[in-house]
Structures are given as C-alpha cells and as structure tokens.
C-alpha cells in the first residue's frame, strides 16, 4: 500500500514525513492554504529524504506556471486537481519525464478524463475538503489506473479504507494549520504520531498477509517513556516486557519510532533523528549485539555520494569519528543516535534498504580515514 502525504509547508513538516518515509509527499502550488512557492519548495525538497518522491498539485494553473515550477523545483511527479485539458497534459508530457497523476471527485470518475494519465486520486465532491465519502462507490470502478484514496483518511477509518479493493494507495492531508495556525505542540504531537501507527500497522498486516507473523505496537503499548517537551522530547526508559512477551510467542515486533509517552501517558514526538534513535534506544534495552540502520545509502561515506563522485564508502567508523561528521552536516545518522550508541556500546550497521550491500559498522576505537 502507497502512503502520499499532502499539503507539506514547514521543515518540521519535512522532518516528521522523513521519519515516517512515505512512498510520496504532496507540495501544493495551486491556491490553498497548503500553497508554496517555488523558493519555499526548493528548501522543503534539500532537506527531504531522498528515498520520498516529490509530487507538485496544480489545480487549473497557467502551463506558464506548472513550467516555472518544474525549471526550479525538483519534482517527481506532477498531480492536476482541476479541468486541465488533454492538450494541456500533452504539452506538460512534452516538457516532463515524470508521472502525471489526475485527481477527481468520485462522482465525475471518467475513463476519457484519463487519457495520458498514470494514476488516478480520488477524492469527496470538494477535493482537499478533508471529507468522508462513500468509499465503497471505488469498488464499482473498472480501470486499469491504479487508484489512489483521498478524502478524510484518519486512523480511526484506516482499516475501513484498506478494505477497499480497487486502491493501491491513500492520500493523507497534513494541514493542521486549517484548523488552527498556531496549535499547541502537544496536539501537533498527537497528531504526528499517527502517521507512525499507521505505518507500523500497514506492515504488521502485510506480514501477516505473508503468513508470517507479526504485531505492532505503538509507544504506549511498548512503554517508551520520555521527558515531556512536546516535539524535542528525550527517551528516558523502555519497559520491555511487551516486546519479549511478543518476541516469545515467534512474532516480528513492529515498533513506532520517532515517539514516546510522558509522565502524564501523553504522546510526544522525539525530533529530528527521533525514529533512528528509537531503534537504538530498543537495542539497548533489549540488550541487542547491534543496531542496523537502513538508509538510502549502503554505509558512510567520506562525503555526499550524490554529490562528490570520488567519494569513498568507509567499512568501518569510531563513534567519535561518526558524532564528529554529523554534527558537521552528514545526514546519514543523527547525532543524538550516535551518542546513544556510544553510551551503550551498541554497534550502528548503516545499510542500504534498496540493495544487500555490507554496509558500515560504527562502533569504538576504529581507524577512520576520512579525516
């Protein structure tokens, strides 16, 4: 199952769906509230995990428009939401390699809308309303368009949305801000965290559906404890009985990361670097011989591979040697995950989850190169 998450506007924004990691996100450039510009993007994608692709909404822009767009903005995908021509797609097609997605309500679905479209959103009567509609009308449509569910999601109707035969993905919209522009952080928390259960969730299912066995377990039910600054908060303790209960009974533990619980059994989010220093955190409660780290890089290297060619992926790396690299701008491991490893002595492996390369080994006392 995709996950898109749409309307993304700020770098804490950025920071949650990098923890998350998304199939997509959604930057919007038609008239919203969600609406970015082109300057305002760009710095939303540079600190974008790399592995999440970019989709740009339009609803009845200019072609002007979705062009100036495309020249400064690294898309992936291009979504229309409004009555864009099929001459209109032709000429975006011209000038763009990517995907073009169509988004529609559930009552106007037409195959003749989707000439040249690859994937189709489907959305209530009045699109980005964040409205419920009748969910099972999707089960009726025959197409060869892989659908996308928008219009309400939430984890209360989660699973009645999976239920649905026809999607292949569903659309979350992020816009907390159009209820309130200034919501108190521990209600953003509250709100962060579900995008992890739902993660968790998906992937317990989807072993599950494998035939092997599997539960998640979100920070109360795995008894995370942190301190209670409401998005920066610090992990005090784990009480791990659920989890070995779990682990005895043969099942994969499917844990969120990037949250916690306070003193008053209130959800907190941990900040950037949150999920990886979760893992950790559980590593060293559990007592684990090591920690591995999947990215979209197969290790460490000695500097940006994306953009230093000559760059050399180093097999081994000191706990010193890896704080001293992230606190100078490497992005590969945060710095509060490192320092947590170190305190413990668990050994971090940063792999690649796109291939089986070996990867890196940060523990202590190794001979680095890289300075």
């Known amino acids: 199952m995709q996950i898109k998450i749409c309307g993304i506007t700020t770098l804490r924004e950025v920071e949650f769906v990098n923890e998350l990691k998304p199939d997509y996100i959604g930057l919007v450039f038609a008239e919203s509230k969600r609406k970015v510009n082109e300057e305002k ?38 979504q229309l939401h409004g009555n864009e021509t099929e001459y209109m797609v032709k000429r975006i097609k011209d000038i763009f390699k990517g995907e073009v997605w169509r988004g529609i309500n559930y009552k106007e679905y037409s195959e003749e809308k989707l000439n040249l479209i690859d994937k189709v959103i489907i959305d209530s009567l009045n699109p980005g309303s964040g409205k419920v509609f009748d ?17 309400g999601l939430n984890i209360n ?14 659309d979350i919209s992020s816009g907390a801000e159009d209820i309130n522009e200034k919501p108190p952080k521990r209600e ?3 709100l962060f965290t579900i995008g992890e259960q739902m993660s968790v969730a998906l992937m317990a299912m989807a072993l599950e559906g494998l035939g092997v066995p599997a539960v998640s377990l979100n920070a ?5 404890h942190t301190t209670s600054v409401h998005g920066d908060a610090k992990i005090t303790h ?5 989890i070995r209960e779990e682990l005895a009974q043969k099942k994969i533990v499917i844990v969120t990361g990037f949250q916690g619980i306070d003193e008053n059994d ?44 000559t760059a050399k992926k180093l097999d081994e790396i000191s706990y010193d040697d890896m704080l001293h690299m992230a606190l100078n701008g490497a992005q590969v491991l945060h710095s509060r995950c490192v320092e947590l490893a170190k ?26 190169p890289c300075r």
Request: proline residues 3%; negative net charge; contains cysteine.
């Open 266 to 309: 209130d959800y907190t989010t941990l900040g950037r670097g949150g999920s990886d220093t979760t893992a950790v955190a559980l590593a060293a409660a559990l007592q684990a011989d090591a920690c591995e780290i999947y990215t979209d890089v197969d290790g460490v290297y000695t500097a940006d591979p994306r953009k230093v060619p």
């Open 157 to 170: 109707n989660l699973d009645d949305a999976l239920k649905i035969k026809n999607i292949k993905g569903i």
């Open 220 to 224: 109360f039910q795995a008894k995370i």
């Open 41 to 78: 993007a760009f710095q939303l994608c540079k600190y974008l995990n790399k592995e999440i692709k970019t989709v740009a909404v339009f609803r009845n822009n200019s072609f002007e428009e979705i062009k100036n767009v495309l020249e400064k903005v690294p898309i992936d995908i291009l």
């Open 188 to 190: 953003m928390d509250m």
């Open 135 to 151: 969910w099972t009308s999707i089960e009726k449509i025959s197409t060869n368009k892989e659908i996308i569910l928008a219009g």
């Open 238 to 242: 784990i009480e791990t009985e659920r």
């Open 343 to 368: 305190k413990f002595e668990i050994p971090l492996v940063v792999r690649s989850s796109m291939n089986e390369r070996e990867g890196t080994v940060v523990r202590e006392k190794t001979v680095c």
